[in-house]
Antibody, heavy 118, light 110 residues
């Protein structure tokens, strides 16, 4: 069965970077784009960007351009999202989500809580 | 780009029907049928309930239905059950391979 398993919770200081991983199983990793979505406390879902695992092409939401980097390692079926220059308002749960195309997400990771605090 | 507009909360009694609206613009909801809906229980992963406006994934109850008119999409839940209590989010294609989410609606089953 399809599974997306994310890395564990992180606590970071302002200005640091964080990398969240998303390990895929149960399907052909390179056949489906992977999106990253976050939810800050008390807030709604926010799209951050996507990566095409087949060729590494990325597209970032305008808000995150310049400080998010999405990569993948096809040898271990894992996608990564790195956010740099963290601020307190980057405290959020970060999700990876698979799309079969047509801009919807059929499988989600369990979420990774990133806390930014001095 | 602002989030799609959803009511902050809706409520209904068991057995009743409720509808959650999701209002956007010509640049997102109005441009295609690529609207999806997600159920989100706190602490869990969001779950796909409706995709491409009105299609239900396998395993999702037929009590959930989706529709769209112009720049507004809607999710209707009939025969409300206690387990339907959750947050619901709409999501729409917004051009140039971007997507945009709604602000979320908290459903309370009375």
């Amino acid at each position: 069965q399809v599974q997306l398993v994310q890395s564990g919770a992180e606590v970071k200081k302002p200005g640091a970077s964080v990398r969240v991983s998303c390990k895929a199983s149960g399907y052909t990793f390179t056949a489906y784009y992977m999106y990253w979505v976050r939810q800050a406390p008390g807030q709604g879902l926010e799209w951050m960007g996507w990566i095409n695992p087949n060729n590494g092409v990325t597209n970032y939401a305008q808000k995150f351009q310049g400080w998010v980097t999405m990569t993948r390692d096809t040898s271990i079926n894992t996608a990564y999202m790195e956010l740099s220059r963290l601020r307190s308002n980057d405290t959020a749960v970060y999700y990876c989500a698979r799309t079969p195309g047509r801009y919807y997400f059929d499988y989600w990771g369990q979420g990774t809580l990133v806390t930014v605090s001095s | 780009q602002s989030a799609l507009t959803q009511p902050a909360s809706v409520s209904g009694s068991p057995g009743q029907s409720i509808t959650i609206s999701c209002t956007g613009t010509d640049n997102d909801v109005g441009r295609s049928n690529f609207v999806s809906w997600y159920q989100h229980h706190p602490g869990k992963a969001p779950k796909l309930m409706i995709y491409e406006g009105a299609k239900r994934p396998s395993g999702v109850s037929n009590r959930f239905s989706g529709s769209k008119s112009g720049n507004t999409a809607s999710l209707t839940i009939s025969g409300l059950q206690a387990e339907d209590e959750a947050d619901y989010y709409c999501c729409s294609y917004a051009g140039l391979t971007n997507v945009i989410f709604g602000g979320g609606t908290k459903l309370t089953v009375l």
